[in-house]
């Protein structure tokens, strides 16, 4: 049983959910360290009982900050979710991936290894650091290509991707060398309410209730595989109980979908839930310059997590029906986040 829990990135899309998840338990003390970066939002917790659950604006690379942390709360398990996520930005602007991805990942394994070392045996052996990661890492596969399974190779092609596999790197480490008890997931595409709109769902979604033009990579033919949000927090609070330390566990819900279908998924139900007179919102998709080293495929193999006795309750259907319905009732939620971002990259070469 984990009373003390130790979130970074808490108030970005995964986090907050994972925030969300945890703080009905009142006999869990929830510490939330994040930076505050655009893709924050403090609200997404949705936290009521104030008394569970603490925010520290901090940066995760700052050592100082960091060490005060881990000795002031005394964290039993740490969930590290804080990162910079979009792959266009990190085309544009890699460095600030590298510090954060690759440094602040860093600096967050030497803080709580040194943290880890002084405590007692049972404290010690109880205590679990679980590094969240993404399918990007093992790059992009061919129509035919079997789904990712946790022991192949790395071979990101994005700034992104590669700053998101130094890490991973840098965590199986600190657990060969230095047996921190680390376990690494990584996920796929997930989706669900509370993304920041810069993601293709809540863009799309969007760009339809301003009627504007829905930009699409290419021939929008590339396939991800999508996981429903609070699927994939099941599974991380399933990987903190019963995970095996040292081990790599992939997440996703097999269900492989080409971007275009997505998005004509979205333009249909949109169809059907706010009609609109001899129009269809499918007339916005627009075909744009593809994005450099763009991945074609990702498919994840889970069947490791189904052996903790996890398995994704959402269909496809069900689960973006849904999430079109929570943006259609929130759509203060996209209008504030679009203050942040008017789609720079997209488009671009
Ligand atoms: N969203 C997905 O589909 C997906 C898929 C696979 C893996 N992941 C991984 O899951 C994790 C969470 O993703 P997300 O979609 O919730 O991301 P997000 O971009 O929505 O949120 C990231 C959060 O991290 C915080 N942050 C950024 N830099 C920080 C720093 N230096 N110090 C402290 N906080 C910082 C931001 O303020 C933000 O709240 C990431 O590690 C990401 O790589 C996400």
Redo the contacts with the bound molecule.
Sequence with gaps: MYNKILI??G?????SCLIRSLSKNNDIEILN?????Y??NINATQVTNKTNYQLIK????KSNEIKDIFTNFQPDAVFH??????VDRSIDGPSSFIE?NIL?TYNLLNESLSYWKNLDTKNKKNFRFIH????EVYGSLGQNDQPFIEDNNYKPNSPYSAS?ASADHLVRAWYQTYKLPLIITN????YGPW??PEKLIPLTINKCLKREKIPVFGDGKQIRDWIRVEDHVKGLLQVLDKGIIGEKYNIGSNCEIENIEVINSICNILNEILPLKNFSYNELINFVEDRPGHDFRYAIDSSKMKELGWKPIFSWEEGIKDTVEWYLNNKNYLNLNEKKYSGERLGKL
């Excluded at 901090?58 to 690379?61: G, N, Q, V, Y």
């Excluded at 996920?187 to 997930?190: D, G, I, K, V, Y």
């Design positions: 970074t990135g108030c970005g899309f995964i986090g360290i994040d930076n505050l970066t893709a924050a901090a940066d995760i690379s979710l804080a990162a910079e996520t979009h954060t602040g969240i990661s993404t399918d998101k996920t796929s595409n997930n993304q920041f």
